[in-house]
């Protein structure tokens, strides 16, 4: 049994040799081409100067190179450290400054959001270009090297967060955490050697790296979607025949209502995988009724490497007595324990109880690089994983998750932490104080909305802040994704006795309304 992720490969390139393991476009290569590049990544990072437990980095689309990287630093014993190319040029630079890779790889397609690296602090770090320049780096590897031997709790992923607190947090993977994925592929997904997956979610994502390996882990095939494109998607669902994807609700939004515009093929969909974000019962019954094929929600963050509950195709039922469950994320994965606990005794909540939502298992991160404090408020001294998210769990164990801990919002499958957004707007001169808050959005699910209250005019030579010029201000510090798509202007926040923001009366009236619509659609 493989426990290690270039072992699985290995052991995939002698099984299924000339089966196609990666398409991307009109290339495509096979699990024994795969090996054979991933081996020689490995040769040339040794050759490097490379050194088990050394990071290197990525800026990429999803791509073939960036897999002979993931499994090329399997084989020399590196991390691989995926960077969110959607993250701002300044965000960048503390992802790059905190992991300290020794080498970076870079799309050219993105090289814009490296320009403003530090490169003096830090010297060591060479910058190769993916494409052709990736290819003649690879090929000048020597033809033999010594591989480290690695374990299954060795490190070989790093993917970052910015966390409730702002702070940049790389969480850091086992082999062992990513190989219950293939497991998952197999046991639940109903997976083969015959599948064929499109990957649709970017490979720095969990959802990305981790969820690719359930189809990948049997010897299917795997398509790569570059940037999501729906008549692409549908195109390439028809042409390749594709069995599985993981979607957000609010791309298989999109998926239903452009396949209304003409007619696709979807007879080969066997199963969509969808989490992220809730769904509705009017999303999911549409999506249904068009594409013919079997849905299962999935819940996980990437602390937990992926999945750890879901809500199988059985438990889908939108027009019967088991519709309530519609609103659940499902039963924990047999390999995993959750717990619902008191946040403030920890003692275990009863049945239809609502408490934090912890999960203990081979999962867990080993984790975050550099963050020891951060590390113990995240996985306690009995090694549960504290996900911050509030849930309660019914007399036969499925899981409904309620408010945030955290105050997380969820927009189109993206975790956006509002204290990040906040300390970026109160850079802004005329901002005196601001909330962030998630508001129902027909599309993404949520978008995020700033209240804020301005600095009185008294105290200013000029205050002309709009909420245009705002946002503006968020976007050349952000990605755009987690600017405020909408600002409302207070004259001061609501606060409790003890003087916290009372984001609950914030979000009320955009709660109100989004009911109100829905009950009057």
Partial sequence: ?????????????????????????????????????????????????????????????????????????????????GLNYRLSAREICTVVTDANPKILFLSPELDQLCNQLDVESNAEMRIVALGADFELWRDAAPASADFPDMASDDIVLQMYSSGTTGVPKGAMLTHGNLLFTPTMGREFYGMTKDSVNLLTSPLFHIGGTGYSLTTFGQGGHTVLVRDFVVANVLASIEAHRVTNMFLVPAMIDMLTNESLKSSHDFSSLALIAYGGAPITDPQLLSAVSILGCGFMAVYGMTESAGTIAYLGVEDHDPNGPRQHLLGSIGRSLPWNEIIIVDPVTGRECAEGVVGELLVRGGQTMAGYWNQPAATRQAVDSAGWLHTGDNALKDADGFIFLKDRLKDMIISGGENIYPIEVENVLMEHPSIAEVAVIGVPHARWGETTKAVIALIPDALLEANDATAEEIIDFCRARLARYKCPSSIDFVAALPRN????????????PYLASAKHQGATA
């Fill in 497 to 508: 006795a003890s003087g916290k923001v009372l984001k609950r009366e914030l979000r009320e």
């Fill in 1 to 81: 049994m493989s426990n290690t992720l270039h072992s699985l490969l290995v052991d995939l390139s002698q099984r299924f040799p000339d089966r196609p393991a990666l398409t991307l476009l009109d290339r495509t290569v096979t699990f024994s081409e795969l090996a054979a590049a991933a081996a020689q990544v490995a040769r040339r990072l040794i050759a490097g100067g490379i050194m088990p437990g050394d990071r290197i980095a990525v800026v990429d689309k999803n791509s073939i190179d960036y897999y002979e990287l993931i499994f090329g630093a399997s084989f020399a014993g590196a991390v691989l450290v």
